[in-house]
């Protein structure tokens, strides 16, 4: 038995005015599109209102990066009502940056930092814990700086804290260096053996 078109395909009711049946089938399809468009759009609407609190934004917001009011991880301590004091951007500047990189050592980056810092104990009224723990996030580039973001919001309260936040990093640098070491000397142990086995 030989298949046809038709015998696969679902009858449909005659009708004698084809046209009109048509342009109302594709009408029904059209308002369904629509509808659904309609609604994704409400939803997308409401979900940025619930985020703007309520309030209706403009294209020009949306063009707009948003940015979190994420805390910080530290906490500072107050200063005294009397002290001042301003961070000069040289010092930034002459902060040494530390960015995670396998070829830098974060020990030696808190020496450094350590050292840069003690320049400004002149503040009166402001604790070197202060001053640290205001400039070190300064100091973070790149994986580092991301790594810094994610701690815990309001997780450090004083220098102790952030440097034993910093001793995974030191560990980390210190393990690869000594798998590129122990690396070496596997290589060198392999060349040798290799020339007592060949001579």
């Not at 609190?53 to 403009?58: E, I, K, P, S, V």
């Not at 596997?186 to 007592?196: A, F, K």
Request: charged letters at 25%; aromatic letters at 8%.
């Amino acid at each position: 038995m030989v298949d046809t078109r038709s015998s696969e395909s679902q009858l449909v009711e005659f009708e004698p005015e084809i046209e009109q049946k048509l342009k109302q089938i594709r009408k029904e399809q059209r308002e369904q599109r629509e509808e659904k468009a309609k609604e994704k759009s409400e939803q997308e609407e409401m979900a940025a209102n619930d985020n703007n609190d309520g309030a209706h934004r403009t294209i020009q917001d949306f063009s707009m990066p948003q940015f979190s009011s994420r805390q910080s991880c530290i906490v500072f301590s107050e200063l005294d009502a009397t002290s001042s004091y301003e961070i000069k951007d040289y010092v930034i500047n002459m902060l040494p940056e530390f960015s995670g990189d396998e070829n830098q050592d974060a020990s030696e980056h808190v020496d450094n930092f350590l050292d840069i810092c003690g320049t400004q104990n002149n503040i009166k009224g402001v604790s070197d814990e202060f001053i640290r723990l205001k400039l070190f996030p300064f100091s973070l580039t790149g994986d580092a700086r991301t790594w810094f973001k994610t701690l815990p919001a309001r997780s450090i309260t004083s220098w102790t804290q952030l440097s034993n936040w910093m001793l995974p990093l030191m560990v980390i640098y210190w393990v690869k260096n000594q798998s590129k070491l122990l690396l070496s000397l596997r290589m060198l142990l392999q060349i040798h053996l290799n020339g007592i086995v060949e001579g």
